[in-house]
C-alpha cells in the first residue's frame, strides 16, 4: 500500500534540477518590462525632452498653441512664464508649461 503512494508520488528531485526554474518564471516578467520600456517609457521620456527643449528655446513672436486651446502669440518670455497676445489689446500671462506647442506661421 505504501509503495503505491510512494510511486505516485513519482522519484525525487535534488536540489540542484529545481534551482533553473526560478530564474525561467521571471523570464517572462522581465520580458514584458522590455517591451514596455521601449515601447511606452522611451518614448514618453523623449517626448518630455523635446518639450523641455522646445520651452527653453522660446521667444519673442514665436506663434504658439496653449494647453487650453488658444492660440497667440509670444509678447515676453521670463523665466517660468510668458506673456501672450490672444486677441487685439489682450495679453494674458502664463506659465511656460502651459504651452502646448509651436505652431506653423501658417496655421491660424
Not at 12 to 18: F, I, K, M, R
Not at 45 to 64: C, F, P
Not at 80 to 93: F, G
Amino acid at each position: 500500500m505504501f509503495a503505491d503512494i510512494a510511486h505516485a508520488m513519482g522519484p525525487a528531485q535534488s536540489g540542484g534540477a529545481g534551482q533553473g526554474g526560478g530564474l525561467m518564471g521571471f523570464l517572462p516578467l522581465i520580458l514584458i518590462f522590455v517591451i514596455f520600456y521601449f515601447l511606452l517609457i522611451r518614448p514618453q521620456q523623449k517626448r518630455a525632452k523635446e518639450h523641455k527643449q522646445m520651452l527653453d528655446n522660446l521667444k519673442k513672436g514665436d506663434k504658439v498653441v496653449l494647453s487650453g486651446g488658444e492660440y497667440g502669440v509670444i509678447e515676453e518670455v521670463k523665466t517660468n512664464s510668458v506673456v501672450v497676445k490672444i486677441a487685439e489689446n489682450v495679453r494674458v500671462r502664463y506659465g511656460k508649461a502651459y504651452i502646448a506647442s509651436l505652431r506653423e506661421s501658417d496655421e491660424e
